[in-house]
């Protein structure tokens, strides 16, 4: 074979610190445009976000030989701001057409002492990928597939309730331990330390602030978090919202917390071990000032199960 082209980790695109694997190479459409973009899609095994392993993704051009990002070299694009999202692969020829993948739910800064007894780590829950064009240039955007084969009697849902600054809210939702939650946050300025607290039965918890331009998931005080230093962590993801509007889209599962903000366009995956599991209570709070939620929804979902 001969060489066409190069890119990549021996010529300064994106993060190098670790070593790069697991490449996909596929071509998306722009939303709301006749245009299409090449993506490619790269596990790094250190210099992460929030961590050692992550995953990295470039945006550009492909010409059958050579990849070219339309990014300068520095510029690190990453698919997943929490800690347990790697090696992410997509299906080719899906029958309707739409790009979707699936990821490595884990972290190789930890991965062989996570306190699990015949299993290490799981799969994300598949994704439907898109490009968006932001501010910022073409960015990716995901979405959860369809997951109402999953769900368990009716949501609960509130129209809107406002949260008084310093306040907090917890809806009467029945109770349970897997959950779909979807609201919108009306925060004023840049979210002003408002979100939502997930606690356990034994009293774990897991925090999400929005603060400042960013998503922050505090998972320090989330149950079993003592086999390795640097998984008890708050981790950041940038979020700016248009209009002081905050999408976010929770699964809660038992052993992780898959998390989609403004849109999709942030995504934070993180596992959680829980002391002694049993049903979660979600409560959402304010921060400095008042905080509106809008069209919340809490779903009961029922474990997958493969014939």
């Given at each position: ?227 390795n230093p640097d998984f008890a962590a708050l981790h950041s993801g940038p979020v700016s919202p248009a209009d002081g509007r905050l999408s976010l889209q929770l699964f809660v599962d038992t052993s992780s917390l898959e998390i989609l903000a ?46």
């Amino acid at each position: 074979w001969e060489a066409c082209g190069g890119f990549g980790f021996g010529f300064g695109h994106g993060s190098v610190e670790g070593v790069w694997e697991t490449p996909d190479l596929f071509r998306l459409p722009v939303e709301g445009s006749d245009e299409s973009r090449w993506v490619l899609f790269v596990g790094v095994n250190r210099g992460a976000p929030a961590g050692d392993s992550g995953q990295q993704y470039f945006v550009g051009h492909f010409n059958g030989e050579t990849f070219t990002s339309e990014n300068p070299k520095p510029v690190a694009l990453w698919a997943d701001y929490g800690a347990d999202s790697y090696a992410a692969q997509s299906w080719s020829d899906v029958a309707d057409g739409r790009r979707l993948a699936i990821a490595w739910m884990n972290n190789w800064g930890y991965a062989k002492q996570i306190p699990t007894g015949v299993w290490r780590g799981a799969m994300t829950l598949p994704r439907q990928l898109s490009l968006a064009a932001t501010a910022e240039g073409i960015r990716l955007r995901q979405a959860v597939v369809d997951t109402s084969p999953l769900s368990a009697g009716q949501p609960f849902r509130v129209g809107s309730v406002t949260i008084p600054a310093g306040g907090v809210y917890t809806p009467e939702a029945e109770s349970g331990s897997l959950w779909k939650i979807q609201a919108e946050m009306v925060g004023q300025g840049d979210g002003d330390g408002c979100g939502l607290r997930l606690r356990w039965t034994d009293g774990s918890t897991v925090t999400v602030t929005w603060r400042r331009g960013a998503l922050l998931v505090d998972r320090r005080l989330s149950g079993v978090v003592d086999f390795n230093p640097d998984f008890a962590a708050l981790h950041s993801g940038p979020v700016s919202p248009a209009d002081g509007r905050l999408s976010l889209q929770l699964f809660v599962d038992t052993s992780s917390l898959e998390i989609l903000a403004q849109g999709g366009l942030l995504s934070m995956t993180e596992q959680l071990f829980p002391s002694a599991g049993g049903t979660v209570q979600v409560t959402f709070f304010a921060g400095d000032g008042p905080v509106t939620l809008a069209d919340l929804s809490i779903q009961r979902l029922v474990p997958a199960r493969f014939a």
